[in-house]
C-alpha cells in the first residue's frame, strides 16, 4: 500500500532539509505518493496568499503532511503559516521527542523527555490590545471597576486564556501517548501558585484526568523548579505536558539538554490530522549551502512512519540515523565537537544514513 502525504518542503534550508528526508523514507521500501504544497512568500508570490486553500485541502484529505520550516518575515502583514496551520487545522498538541543520542555533543546521557505542548490558547491566543488605543483604555477601565487594579496608562496587554476544555484534551492527549508508547510518568507543568484562575484551571483538569489512568505515575509540577530540575537531572522526566508558552520554552530548552535543534523533531496532531516538522526554523543565513543537519527532519519522518503504522520501517530508521550518529564521520558541522573538524554536507548526510538502513539487512 502506498502512503498519500501531503509534503511542504517551505523555504530557507526548508527545501534542502525536507529532500534528504524524502530520499531516506524511499530508501525504508515504504511507498509514498507526496502531494506537494508551496506556503510562505513563493505561495506569496504566486497566489496572493502565504497559506493558499489547495494545500489545507490536501492535508485534510491525506490526514498526514511532513513540513519543511517556513519563514515569518518581521515587520509584514504577513501571518505565521505555521501558526495558522496549527489553527485551520485544529493540531491542538505539539509534540517534541528529545532524546540523547550516543555521539552527539551533550551535558547529559541517558535523557528520553517527550514534550507535550498545548497548541491553540494560552498566550498564543491573539487576543492583544496595544498600548494609547481607545480598547486598551476600555480594557483599563474594566480591570480598575472589577479588580480595584489601576494599570499604568502606558500598558499594552496580551490576554492568556486557559480552558477546561483545551486542558483536558491535551492532558489526556499526554496519558494516551503515554499508554500507547509504554511510558511510565506524565508530570504537569504550571504556574498555578500564581495564576489561579488561567493555570488553576489547567491543574485543576490535570488532576482529574489523570485518575482515568491509574496504570501512568502522574506528578505536577511548578514550571519554574521544573526547568531547575531539568537543568540538573532531566533524566527524572518521561514525559511532561505543558500549557502552549511554558512548552515553547521548555521544549527548547529539553531540545539544547539533548544536542540543539539538529536533532530535535516534532509534530502537530489533531484528532485526525498530523503535520510533522522540525522544532527549527528556516535557518535563513543558511540557504543553498548543503551545510546544515538534516537529522531532526529525518527522526520527525520517523515519527511520522510511526503514526502511519509503519513501526518496522521506523525502528530502522532511526536506529540508522543513531548508527550514523554514534560513528561521527558523516555529521554535520552542528554534531562536531569541534566546529573546525571537517563535516558531512545534508545531502552527504542523507546517503550515510540509506547506506546504514541498507546494510541492517531483514
Ligand atoms: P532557526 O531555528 O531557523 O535558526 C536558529 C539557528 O539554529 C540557526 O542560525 C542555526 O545556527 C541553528 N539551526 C537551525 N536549524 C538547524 C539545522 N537543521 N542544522 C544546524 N543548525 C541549525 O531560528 P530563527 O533564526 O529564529 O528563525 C528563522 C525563521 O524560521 C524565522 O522566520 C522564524 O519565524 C521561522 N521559524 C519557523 C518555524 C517552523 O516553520 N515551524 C519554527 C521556528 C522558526
Known sequence: MSHKVTLIPGDGIGPEITEAAKRVLEATGVKFEWDIGIVGQQAQDKFGTPLPDYVLESIKKNKVALKG???????????SVNVALRQSLDLYACLRPCKTYPGVPTPFKNVDIVIVRENTEDLYSGIEFAKGTKESDRLAKLI??????????????????ISETASRRIVRFAFEYAR???????????????LKFSDGLFLAAAREVAKEYPDIGFEDVVVDALCMRLARSPQQYDIIVLPNLYGDIVSDLCAGLVGGLGVAPGANIGD????????????????????????????????????LGEIKAADRL?????????????????????????????????????EKFKNQGG
Request: with cysteine.
Open 69 to 79: 520550516p517556513v519563514t515569518t518575515p518581521v515587520g509584514t502583514s504577513f501571518r
Open 144 to 161: 480598575l471597576e472589577t479588580t480595584q487594579t489601576k494599570v499604568k496608562q502606558d500598558s499594552g496587554f496580551s490576554i492568556k486564556v
Open 180 to 194: 500507547a508508547n509504554n511510558r511510565k510518568k506524565v508530570s504537569a507543568a504550571h504556574k498555578a501558585n500564581i
Open 272 to 307: 485526525n490530522i498530523a503535520v510533522f516538522e522540525p522544532t527549527h526554523g528556516s535557518a535563513p543565513k543558511y540557504i543553498g549551502q548543503n551545510k546544515v543537519n538534516p537529522m531532526a527532519m529525518m527522526l520527525s519522518a520517523t515519527m511520522m512512519l510511526c503514526h
Open 318 to 354: 532511526e536506529k540508522a540515523i543513531a548508527d550514523v550518529i554514534a560513528e561521527g564521520k558523516s555529521v554535520t558541522y552542528d554534531l562536531k565537537l569541534d566546529r573546525n573538524q571537517p563535516a558531512a554536507t545534508t545531502s552527504e548526510v542523507a546517503d550515510a544514513v540509506i
